[in-house]
Each structure stands twice: as C-alpha cells, then as structure tokens.
C-alpha cells in the first residue's frame, strides 16, 4: 500500500524554489567515519608538515586533502585555535587554495571578461577580491586576484573547478593566453603578531606592503610572493610558496624557525574568526546557484564597468528588479545573534530557522561562538521580508547545544560583520560612503 501525503525529506516549509538542485536540509547529525586517504586526492606539499605539527582531522577541498583541526578537543579544539590567532600569530596550511594561472598578451581583457570587478583597474603588483558568476549570474568562485605583471594573473581559488571553467571560456581560443594550475601553494601567517615576525624573517620592507599588496621576496633562499591578506579578518599575510613541491619544507621550517620567538602556533583555516568578521565561505554560504544580490556581495557587481562580462545582463536584471522593489529570489543571506550553549565547532548540518510562530522558513550554513560578543553567531538564510536588523526568529539547534531540550533558541536578525575586520572590506568601505558597488 503506498502511503499518501509523505512530508518531503528534504524538510518542507523552506522555499527553495529559485534553486534546482536544493540545500540538503536533513538533520542526520555527526556521522562516525574515517576520511580514506588514497592517491586519487592529491596530498598538498605541506599535508605531511601538518601531520607533523599535529593535524588530528582533514576534510577535502579543490580535490586535495585539507587540515582542519590541530588542537584536540581535551585540550581546548578550535577555541584554542581561536586564542591564538586573535591574541597572537598562527600559521595555516592553505595549499588547497590552488593557483590558477592565466598568462600572456590578453591576460586582461580574458580576466575582464570572467571577472565581475573591473580588472583593469587591478595594477601589477597588486591583489582584488573578486566574484566570478556563470550566465545566470551564478557565484562560480571568489578568489583572491593577483596580478604579478601586466600579463599575468593568479586565481588563489575558492572550492571549486574554477580552472576547468576558465579553460572552457577560452575553447576554441579567443584569447592569446595560457591557462594552467602552477606548482605554487601558499601558507597563511595570521594574527596581531603576524607583521613583527613577518618582518623578523623578510625584512623592515615587509611593513610597506599595503593591503591587498604584494612582494616578491624569498625565505631561507627559496622564492615567495607574499601578499597583505587572508581569511580572518585579522592584521596578516599570505605567503605564496613557489616551486612549492621542492621548496615546501625550507620555507615551512623557516617560518616555524622565527615564528617560535613569537609564540606561533599551527592552526587551521579560522571559520570562526572569519564568520565574525562576515566573510564568506564558498560551498557553504554561497555556491552556483546564489546570486552576489542574495549573499551581501552586491558591491561586486559595478555599475560603471562598461565592458561585458559572463553574467552581466543577469545581474544587472536582478538588480533592476530589486530596486524596483520586486526581490527575485526566495531567500537572502543575513547575521544572525542566537541563544543556545556555545557552538564551539563545526555544524554537521545546515540547522534550520523558524519564524516567531515556528513555522520553518530558512537555515543556518555558518554557525559559531563569539568570546567577544558572549553569544552564538551565524551566517544563515531566511526569507526576504525577514531581513531586516532587529527581525526576531527562532533556530533549531540540536540538543547538545539548546538551552532546554527539543525546543528552539531565539535569534535576531544583526548587522554584520559581528567584529570589527582589522581591514574593513571593500563592501564595508562601500557602505560607509554611501555606494553600493566597488567602482
């Protein structure tokens, strides 16, 4: 007998309409596996290094193994992570962030064309932030954009195949370039402590790297770009490892070596720090079918570039009909402030969001515990007209984290970032004087 009137497992009430293939909302909890190691995901030059330096748990990302878990859970787990970036210096494993490198005479006016940001406004020597969206205006990827030289730029990509996608744009070969993932891998070196010891190991010249800079220099004789950013929201530095695959240990050592005068310690990426500081996680917080308009990054699409790039006549229609009052899509990224007891480590779930009389409307993808506000705060999605600061809203947390058993915490709809970046974001920027784009 076939039963009627089933409830979807894909948990009903959440609007999902704009999507085709829809968030996976089912709660199914930890799941007590073992991650297979084998040789069909690349091990990065570093993995063995983190090994070493205690790396206890791995998740996979652009198909490579990824460190995520140094301190053990009896000895603290990620808050003690956490201590260390934002009151001294860490250092971060990020070879997973692979370089795509595009190279030759119309090096520009191909990244022009798959960027959303005006690259010619990108000088040598220098780094951007950048979205790239499909036709749909789509988020595909948002790298860090180097330009090495006028001709040259790296793709420090996000998790996804964005070189099989930037090689597809270009075949048959419109543009004179050169399209390939290069032997470079880089490391992160984060926290208030970061420019002291930085500089201890370059030199007095590293403090002159400005924001989104980049100095080509070398440690323990082996050749680095190293650039002014990173994932925290904290003062650091990137350090692109060249050659990484014969000179990772050199340069690993060589930092490990200074880093001890100043209490560095091996960390994982810091999701935490970097939920505060509300910067965005790709495959978590957006992905493919998530529009810039829906997840905060509207200041990525400028309305001054006059040359056309993938997704333009998308976005700007989006755009249009969002002005016009009419928002196009089922649900928008906001912050969110809750109760609950401290999420002091990744959600296995996406958790799901009620509104006031408990009717499930949306979902959590960013959830953590902030020392400094004293609260749980996230990233999560819930419908348009519940958007605004100050909306209140309830979260389903599971039970090793409510306040009392099988019923949901309250949560507010709050600005973000949470914390103060120590470099405002350019959408920040934007917001402070009173644009809504980057241009």
């Not at 939920?275 to 996680?281: C, D, E, Q």
């Not at 709809?413 to 009173?434: D, L």
Request: charged residues 25%; aromatic residues 8%; negative net charge.
């Amino acid at each position: 007998m076939v039963q009627q009137n089933r409830s979807h497992p894909n948990v009903p009430g959440v609007d999902q309409s704009d999507r085709i293939v829809p968030t996976n909302l089912r709660q199914s909890g930890p799941t007590p596996v073992q991650l297979l190691i084998s040789t069909r995901v690349r091990k990065s030059p570093f993995w063995h290094l983190s090994i070493e330096a205690g790396a206890w748990r791995a998740t996979v990302y652009n198909r490579m193994y990824h460190p995520r878990g140094y301190v053990k859970p009896e000895d603290g787990g990620a808050m003690a992570e956490y201590r260390a970036l934002v009151n001294g210096v860490t250092l971060w494993n990020v070879a997973v962030e692979r370089q795509i490198r595009v190279k030759g005479p119309d090096a520009e006016d191909f990244v022009n064309t798959v960027i959303t940001r005006d690259a010619t406004r990108i000088k040598p020597v220098r780094g951007k932030y950048c979205i790239l969206c499909n036709d749909k205006g789509g988020i595909l990827n948002d790298p860090v954009l180097l330009r090495l030289g006028r001709d040259e730029f790296w793709f420090s990509v996000s998790d996804s195949d964005l070189l099989l996608w930037l090689q597809g744009v270009n075949t048959p070969r419109r543009w004179n370039v050169e399209i390939e993932e290069i032997d470079v891998a880089p490391l992160q070196v984060q926290g208030p402590l970061s420019e002291d010891l930085m500089a201890d190991l370059i030199g007095e010249e590293l403090r002159d790297i400005p924001y989104y800079g980049l100095m080509e220099t070398e440690i323990e004789g082996c050749p680095v770009v190293v650039s002014q950013t990173g994932f925290s929201g904290e003062k650091g530095y990137e350090v692109y490892v060249r050659d990484a695959s014969r000179t990772a240990e050199a340069v690993w050592y060589g930092l490990r070596g200074v880093g001890a005068r100043y209490g560095l310690r091996v960390i994982a990426p810091a999701h935490h720090r970097r939920i505060a500081a509300g910067i965005l996680s790709w495959g978590q917080d957006m992905d493919a079918e998530t529009s810039p308009f829906q997840v905060n990054l509207a200041y990525q699409v400028p309305r001054k570039k006059t040359a056309d790039y993938i997704g333009k006549a998308a976005l700007e229609k989006q755009r249009e009909q969002i002005e016009a009052g009419d928002y196009p899509f089922s649900l928008k990224l906001v912050g969110l402030k809750m109760g609950g007891q401290p999420i002091i480590d990744y959600a296995p779930d996406f958790w799901l969001i009620c509104d006031e009389s408990g009717i499930r409307c949306g979902y959590v993808t960013s959830p953590w515990w902030s020392p400094e506000l004293e609260t749980n705060i996230a990233l999560g999605y819930v419908p348009w007209g519940k958007t605004a600061i100050g909306t209140r809203l309830h979260v389903e947390l599971p039970e090793s984290y409510c306040e009392i058993a099988g019923q949901p915490v309250d949560a507010i709809v709050s600005e973000v970032p949470f914390v103060a970046s120590e470099h405002p974001s350019a959408r920040e920027q934007a917001k402070i004087i009173g644009q809504d784009s980057s241009d």
